[in-house]
């Protein structure tokens, strides 16, 4: 699990794809201080684990269903990443429960510069927005962020100063696609609704009664 607030900006140091997945090398320094092999990083939201590391860079496997589903699989050398390491039960919860498993990719159409921000709009999947309700938290390439509306097509963020510079939004233009991950609570509701609905209709349909299984020696 992790919180959404990263803690270091990497570079993608090489990336080669075939039988199915993919080789991540990634450069980078504060996210290895005490990280081991096996260990995990969200790397621009992705939940990704630790194949080989060194002093200054770590491997990761990206399975093709991954490259596909997310902005993975488009990355090129030299592009940079959000990363942030799994979170420990001591730490605070500074941003919101994130999993590391995209719901979809999202497309910028909008960035728009204001005194108290970087607003952020962006497009996304009916089946990714339906999950995306007002002041709720959303993950953005790993960001944690809060919505601050939503429609049906898009939704917008505000992106405070500390956060663009410190994160790759700040090289983010109109067009760019980013990985997205909604509140896990809304996914889990829509479970439990959907198996109360499925339980209520089999007693609705159901031919046995009461009165039939007493004369049934029940």
Known sequence: MFTGIIEEV???KELSIGNGFGVMEIKCSRVLEDAKIGDSI?????????REKSSDSFKAEV????????NLGSLKVGDKLNLERALRLSDRLGGHIV?????GVGTIVSIKEERDGTWFTISAPKEVLKYIIYKG????DGISLTVA??????FKVSVIPHTLENTILIDKQINSKVNL?????????EKFINIKNEEQEIKETSNIT???LMKNGF
């Not at 999993?99 to 719901?103: F, K």
């Not at 938290?137 to 953005?140: A, K, Q, Y």
């Not at 509306?149 to 898009?154: A, Q, W």
């Open 99 to 103: 999993s590391g498993h995209i719901d």
């Open 149 to 154: 509306t939503v429609s049906e097509e898009v």
């Open 137 to 140: 938290s959303i993950g953005i």
């Open 63 to 70: 399975m093709g269903e991954t490259l596909a589903k997310s």
């Open 42 to 50: 969200a790397t621009n939201g992705v939940c990704l684990t630790i």
């Open 210 to 212: 009461m009165d039939f």
């Open 10 to 12: 990497g570079t993608l």
């Open 181 to 189: 991950e909604c509140d896990l609570v809304g996914k889990y509701l």
